[in-house]
């Protein structure tokens, strides 16, 4: 058994565990009371606080704590939007990359149905990279009133040049949100962001701690109705023990992640090397480089990669497929359409922090069959003859 | 909301990406248009065999087209209709891995017409 989908959701960190069980005793009391029990969740609160703050590098009065990644996007732009449109100056104009989360298209969208906003995708490489030039010449546009890029792609591990495009969007005075979510705690924050979002899970915290930072100076206006919690930021006071577990796995693993991402990225590139040699008609994407050191994203000609994360859900190896978050809608990977890769047939694989060599070895070993009986599957389902690669069917 | 705005919207759940930039789409040079649109008066030569897809979930319509290609020769056109949202996606994403030319696809009533040249 072994389990290749922390992009997801990584395994609780050891540290996470402990801090959670610990804070379960100590941390449960509304912090926002003044007895004893809310002082001393409220100690712990703002000792969690610090303590993120000081790995993503943000003043711990920037930062707040929501329910998951997705409420902290969704915070994030509606809030920053919301405060820049006025009835004056009209709904305004916001940019992502083409290869979002599905969390800020969703957002975006939203304030296009609801506000009239208008939205620019901006396109990618082959790799899923964000064309620079093409992006800041949208962010330099009229009433642009924020930008979108994540750090990584979620879905390629493509890392996304979000340097440069912070450059363009302080030329243009325009915010910009950065969504770490799939690099928060494997590679350092780029600079330069006026909003931030995460989620504690893809780094080891338990499931439901979103981290939204919002930089001083920074525009915002609360889009919900609004309340004395976290900064006036989000609504109901936050889940305090998993926020302590969130602080406790993502402290541990900053100290452990020199040597673990080393091995993590041989693992991947051994992947990258191994699939398209042993799966006929495969194609591996993303960047083989500048990428995160855990995921790879692969498509496989011919298969349906539901079909295939089924049947490698019954050897044993947990993969995702599709754009992760929409693959329920049978759309194809907004991620991989943007690149103008196959979308179909594709397989995400995401190595957690204490994988195996051993795993990813009988993984590699188990996928070519597997591969080969979907094809035979799909295609004696629609009366096609076998598939053989040894036929070249182009020919 | 302007027929822009509306266009600029992401996520459409409709499968049809109208408005969407097309680079975003990565598809190159040629946008594949919205399904629902009339067809096209086609320039050019017609296709020498077609390759009826529709209602055929990806990958059915690559591996009809992958069967099929050898069927005509080089330098000839085959015809993929299809309307599985993705077909937009994968037809010239095939095309591109296997070195086929990609020469446009245009809008049906429901779905829409592929057309590959063989090239090898």
Redo the contacts between chains.
Sequence with gaps: MAYFDAASAEPLHRSGREALLAALDDGWADPARLHREGRRAQLLLDQAREALAAEIGCRADELSFTSSGTQSVHLAVLGAVQARQSATRGPGHLVASAVEHSSVLNAADWLARRTGTAVTLAGVDHLGRADVAEFAAAVARERTLLACLQSANHEVGTLQPAADVAAACHEAGVPLLVDVAASAGRLPVPEGWSLLAASARKWGGPAGVGLLAVRKGTRWREPYPSDDRENRRVPGFPNVPAVLAAAASLTAISRERPGADTALRALVSQIRAEVPRTVPDSVVHGDPDARLPHIVTFSCLYVDGEALVTELDRAGFSVSSGSACVADTRQPSHVLAAMGALTHGNVRVSLPRDVSAASVDEFLQALPPIVAKVRDTVRAANAAAPYDPATPRTA | ?SR???N??????S?AQSG??R??????PRPVPPAGQAAPARAGAAPTLTLDALG?????P???L??R??DVRIGQMVEVLADD??A???L???C???S?EFVEAAALPAGWSFLVR?S?
């Design positions: 909301m822009q705005q509306r600029a919207q992401p996520g459409q759940k499968g969407v930039r680079s975003a789409l990565g598809m190159g055929k979930k990806c990958p059915i690559i591996i009809m992958a069967d290609i050898g949202p993705a937009k996606t994968d010239p994403a095939w591109a891995l296997k086929h063989r090898y």
